[in-house]
């Protein structure tokens, strides 16, 4: 079946540390993109990569990281610069054309404690 | 800058009433329209979507019409059922490139009780 896979479903981490969020499609898509979802807020867009080896920030870049190093991959990078870590984080794919559809994976739940 | 209004929820209904939840948006250009719903702890899965004035984008019982003149796209249900119980999200997208970049609605949840 095609789809988004993120991993792990639940993850928390000490402050101070860095950690990897992962995400994989097998749809093809060229386009991938990470949100964060804040409880009681929609989704705000942190890094989007239109192709192998590009990346361009999003809305609320300071703090993360990513790399696109395969089509099918596209790991964030919660530094310990990210004042707020907490949160829920949303991986989604979409076809290379503007105002396509996204598909979005099932999310991790990151707990900084 | 492009932005998204939804109706503050939660919205709660009896089983085999009609919905409406309301969506107005701002944006530059000519933006396709979404609706995604997201159940508790999951992902977001789109729901319907259209692409220029006046189309009506439909799914599972929910339909909304992209209305240029109001710039509004609502969503519309004649008979919930419990399991229409989740958070529903407006989104908009606007052309930028080669990618495309949505903006999201705060999101309305919806409560559906026997």
């Known amino acids: 079946d095609g789809g988004i896979t993120q991993s792990p479903k639940y993850l928390f981490r000490k402050e101070g540390q860095n950690v990897t969020l992962s995400c994989e499609q097998n749809?093809?898509?060229?386009?991938m993109y990470w949100y964060r979802q804040d409880p009681g807020q929609g989704l705000r867009l942190i890094y989007y990569s239109q192709i192998v080896n590009d990346f361009q920030k999003g809305d609320i870049a300071e703090g993360y990281s990513v790399s696109r190093e395969k089509k099918e991959s596209f790991p964030l990078t919660v530094t310990s610069a990210q004042k707020n870590p907490t949160a829920f984080y949303l991986c989604a794919s979409s076809v290379r054309q503007s105002t396509d559809t996204q598909y979005f994976g099932p999310g991790t739940r990151l707990t900084v404690l | 800058g492009d932005s998204v209004t939804q109706m503050e929820g939660p919205v709660t209904l009896s089983e085999e009433a009609f919905l409406t939840i309301n969506c107005t948006y701002t944006a530059t250009g000519y933006p396709s329209l979404f609706w995604y719903v997201q159940y508790p702890g999951e992902g977001l899965q789109l729901l319907l979507k259209?692409?220029?004035?006046?189309d009506k984008g439909s799914n599972k019982g929910f339909e909304a019409t992209y209305r240029k003149e109001t710039t509004s796209f609502h969503l519309e249900k004649g008979s919930v059922q419990v399991s229409d119980s989740a958070v529903y999200f407006c989104?908009?997208?606007?052309?930028?490139?080669?990618?495309?970049?949505?903006?999201f609605g705060t999101g309305t949840r919806l409560q559906v009780t026997l």
């Open positions: 989104a908009l997208s606007v052309p930028t490139g080669t990618a495309s970049k949505l903006t």
């Open positions: 259209a692409t220029k004035a006046d």
């Open positions: 749809l093809n898509h060229d386009a």
